[in-house]
């Protein structure tokens, strides 16, 4: 009932359309369907119930969990997580009646960015490296790197660590995760990690 591809893995439920790359090591599980065009990184792995439009970008090490689609318009650079029925979109103004292809907004989500389960990313809005966006949160805005956002509209609620722990910064605007001992500065609003 599966399907060695190559260097890649694909269940028999699943559907891969012809001119699609996948990287190495990657996994398709149980009816997906992978697009024409999309291009899937090495060592991803693509849940349950999840559709992969033409054109989207997946980088390296990307995990998407049951049933989320993907859609024309978004990218997702190396070690993004894609919560269980997390949602993108890609027009900012549908309608039913009215062909808007072609006029797709574009979603970046940067390296290392998680999304929580079931939120929603409005089109149009970038996701930082290594933000959190909280389990039902509704982005709307672009998210710095570090972020914790959570709510309807998303607010920013605190920083994160690589690691996926909030930091808490000292008086000299120090945090050091608690997990792998890194240290990161904030300073005018943004969090950087220190080398």
């Known amino acids: 009932m599966e399907n060695q591809k190559s260097d890649y893995f694909v269940h028999s439920s699943a559907i891969v359309d012809e001119g699609c790359k996948i990287g190495k090591g990657t996994k398709i599980w ?16 693509i849940g349950q119930n999840v559709v992969v439009s033409p054109d989207v970008v997946l980088g390296n090490n990307v995990k998407v969990q049951n049933n989320v689609s993907i859609y024309s318009g978004v990218v997702c650079e190396d070690d993004v997580f ?11 103004n549908p309608r039913s009646a009215v062909n808007r292809r072609g006029q797709y907004a574009k979603t970046v989500v940067k390296k290392g960015a998680s999304i929580g389960a079931n939120a929603t990313i409005v089109c149009g809005h970038d996701i930082g490296e290594f933000a959190f966006i909280g389990a039902g949160a509704v982005v709307t805005k672009h998210i710095l790197p ?15 660590s690589e690691y996926g722990h909030r930091l808490n910064f000292d008086k000299n605007g120090v945090a050091t995760c608690e997990e792998s001992g890194e240290k990161y500065q904030f300073k005018d609003g943004h969090v950087s990690k220190i080398k």
């Open 82 to 92: 894609l919560g269980p029925s997390m949602v993108f979109t890609n027009v900012t």
């Open 30 to 45: 149980h009816f997906s369907h992978i697009m024409p065009d999309c291009v899937i990184g090495e060592n991803c792995n």
């Open 146 to 160: 570090y972020a914790l956002v959570v709510g309807n509209p998303a607010k920013q609620t605190g920083w994160m």
